[in-house]
């Protein structure tokens, strides 16, 4: 079972770190992506990371601002976002995908195994 948290409200040019835990299973044995929804929109992917953290995808709405990584003795993946933009304003959500040792991807229906998202707001 998956568990994204970290999520809150922040100003324009903050920064949050997500996390994303499991209970039960060893994420180092999946491809981790994190994906967000706003309202109104469709779910888009967001960064993933294979398991060997040699293959590591941003959108390109992120690139420079979030980074993404394991810490496979806290079983646990974060996203770290930093320069928030108001347009960052969604519920994220990890998932976890039984793929290939060097690849992730950055489409959501190939993800196995999805937690309960966290709501990021970014306002001032």
């Known amino acids: 079972q998956l568990q994204a948290s970290g999520g809150g409200l922040v100003q324009p040019g903050g920064s949050l770190r997500l996390s994303c835990a499991a209970s039960?299973?060893?994420?180092?044995?999946?491809?981790i992506g994190w994906f967000r929804q706003a309202p109104g929109k469709e779910r888009e992917g967001v960064s993933c990371?294979?398991?060997?953290?040699?293959?590591?995808y941003y959108a390109d709405f992120v690139k420079g601002r979030f980074t993404i990584s394991r810490d496979n003795a806290k079983n646990t993946v974060y996203l770290q976002m930093i320069n928030l933009k108001p347009e960052d304003t969604a519920v994220y959500y990890c998932?976890?995908?039984?793929?290939?040792?060097?690849?992730?991807?950055?489409?959501?229906?190939?993800?196995?195994?999805w937690g309960r998202g966290t709501l990021v707001t970014v306002s001032s």
């Open positions: 998932a976890a995908d039984v793929a290939s040792y060097n690849y992730c991807s950055r489409y959501g229906s190939e993800y196995d195994y």
């Open positions: 039960g299973s060893t994420l180092a044995d999946y491809a």
């Open positions: 990371t294979s398991r060997s953290d040699r293959r590591i």
